[in-house]
């Protein structure tokens, strides 16, 4: 079974720096994709990023950016710039990718507050 | 475009009770997927249903149900309700042939048991 490990509870930032959010986990798997989501108090959950694990390049969307390193199984999240919208609840997440609807495998999430 | 929609918003029921959530998917999706969110931490997987069968199930017993009806929309029920079902329930959508474009999630049921 696939597991998830996000081992910082909180986190804090200043506006306009930049924060990196920690993710291990674990597989058997060669084949997988990774996920950060964000819920902010709306409880919605919003994909932030993905990374699929056949590709080496990082993915990036805006200020968002990831830093995937298969053979140590970690995938953090580095959020530039940040903003006072970004502060939410942090998740990584883990789906394999053998079915096109395979679960998704959840951390226990990071609780991101931005200082204005 | 309407996304998931999750009805009713907040549900409180006394222990030994039954509940049904219900969900309805993003227009053009066909999967519906259940999670369990207790409190401070990440959800966790119930079941998923397509073509109103339940096609993958999460490590919940049987007092978790489920139904998926001709329009793609979806029913949780939880019955004999214990003091530690109380969670946030979430809703995911899909699309079953593309599923690996990701799934939309609703705002969720905020469910609480006394």
């Known amino acids: 079974a696939q597991t998830v490990t996000q081992s910082q509870p909180e986190m804090s930032v200043q506006e306009a720096e930049t924060v990196t959010l920690s993710c291990t986990y674990d597989t058997s798997e060669s084949d997988y994709y990774l996920f950060w989501y964000k819920q902010p108090p709306s409880r ?3 994909l932030v990023i ?3 694990a056949y590709k080496q390049q990082n993915a990036t ?11 140590a199984k970690s995938f953090s999240l580095k959020i530039s ?3 006072l919208g970004d502060a939410a609840m942090y998740f990584c997440a883990y789906r394999s990718a053998a079915g096109a609807n395979s679960k998704l495998t959840f951390g226990k999430g990071i609780t991101l507050s931005v200082r204005p | 475009d309407a996304g998931v929609t999750q009805s009713p918003t907040h549900l409180i029921k006394t222990r030994g009770q039954q509940v049904t959530l219900r969900c309805s998917p993003k227009s053009g999706h066909d999967t519906v ?3 369990q969110q207790a409190l401070g931490q990440g959800p966790q997987f119930i079941f998923q249903y397509y073509e109103e069968e339940e096609r993958q199930r999460g490590n919940f017993p049987d007092r978790f149900s489920g139904h998926q009806f001709p329009n793609y929309s979806s029913e949780l029920n939880v019955n004999a309700l214990l003091l530690g079902d109380s969670a946030l329930y979430l809703c995911a959508s899909s699309a079953w042939d593309r599923g690996l474009y990701g799934y939309t999630f609703g ?8």
């Not at chain 1, 805006?62 to 053979?71: D, E, L």
């Not at chain 2, 705002?107 to 006394?114: A, E, F, K, N, Y």
């Open chain 1, 81 to 83: 710039d940040s903003q």
């Open chain 1, 61 to 71: 969307e805006n200020r968002f950016s990831v830093n995937f390193q298969k053979a």
């Open chain 2, 107 to 114: 705002s969720g049921t905020r469910l609480t048991v006394v």
């Open chain 1, 44 to 46: 919605q959950m919003i």
């Open chain 1, 50 to 52: 993905r990374q699929e």
């Open chain 2, 33 to 35: 997927s259940w999670y």
